[in-house]
């Protein structure tokens, strides 16, 4: 899979939804209209670019970027960061918010996984048909914000999760595109494993599986075994691990 080729028709599609409603409110981004959700997505870009270019987090920020058209800005901010990845490789050392994992091809690949959730944020306002996201990218993107949201901020910043001491080891297994991730509920923090007994499992094809993961779907948009409080506890630490 080419993280570059999926930015790039994620942004596309996320481009042409929003200018034909950028007043719309965004459902599952509360208080977001799609304008919001545009200069959103552009502002990220923009920080990524400037990490990447300096190996360091940009100070201050956000800027501002109100008094901009937003479609302009999405443009330029696409491009400046197309021009980073151009630059540079994939394995070359940058800083990130990951502490296993130190360069440009993690920024492709957290890029590419914002995009194509922002682009469906977008169609979901807009009230068009969601394009299907390509199973391999679903995946990737399963993967990620099993690992690299829940597991790792549950962990890394456990503070900030209130769902934490109420959970006691639960597990449940997230089957999706012919991969099983178990989670394991604990309360010192989540982690996931690859095999074991579950108490638990939630079924999806790999789309449906990304969004519900995201909650950019309802909670009974996967087909479910075991034990349903499990798999609503899950579903609420996901909901603080991916605000």
């Not at 950028?22 to 552009?42: F, M």
């Not at 091809?105 to 969601?130: K, N, P």
């Not at 999806?204 to 996967?222: F, G, I, K, N």
Request: hydrophobic fraction near 45%; aromatic fraction near 8%; glycine fraction near 4%.
């Amino acid at each position: 899979m080419d993280y570059l080729d999926c930015l790039a028709a994620d942004y596309i599609r996320l481009r042409a939804v929003a200018e034909t409603a950028l007043d719309a409110p965004v459902p599952t981004c509360p208080d977001w209209t799609v304008t919001d959700l545009v200069q959103h997505v552009a502002v990220v870009y923009q920080h990524k670019t400037a990490a990447m270019k300096n190996n360091a987090f940009p100070r201050p920020w956000p800027p501002d970027v109100s008094g901009q058209d937003p479609i302009a800005l999405l443009d330029s901010s696409y491009e400046a960061l197309l021009e980073q990845f151009d630059e540079l490789d994939p394995t070359d050392e940058r800083i990130t918010w990951y502490r296993d994992d130190q360069t440009v091809g993690f920024w492709q690949r957290r890029m590419t996984q914002e995009t194509v959730i922002h682009r469906i944020d977008a169609e979901l306002a807009a009230g068009v048909d969601s394009e299907k996201v390509p199973d391999a990218l679903a995946i990737d993107g399963i993967d990620e914000v099993l690992h690299r949201f829940l597991a790792y901020f549950s962990v890394e910043e456990a503070e900030e999760f209130t769902t934490l001491a109420a959970l006691t080891g639960q597990r449940v297994a997230v089957r999706s595109g012919g991969t099983t991730w178990i989670v394991d509920l604990r309360p010192t923090g989540v982690l996931i494993d690859t095999e074991g007994a579950f108490d638990a499992a939630v079924i999806a094809e790999p789309d449906v599986m990304l969004r519900w993961l995201w909650r950019r779907v309802p909670l009974d948009a996967v087909s479910t075994e075991g034990d349903l409080l499990a798999i609503k506890t899950l579903h609420g630490v996901l909901e603080e691990a991916t605000q």
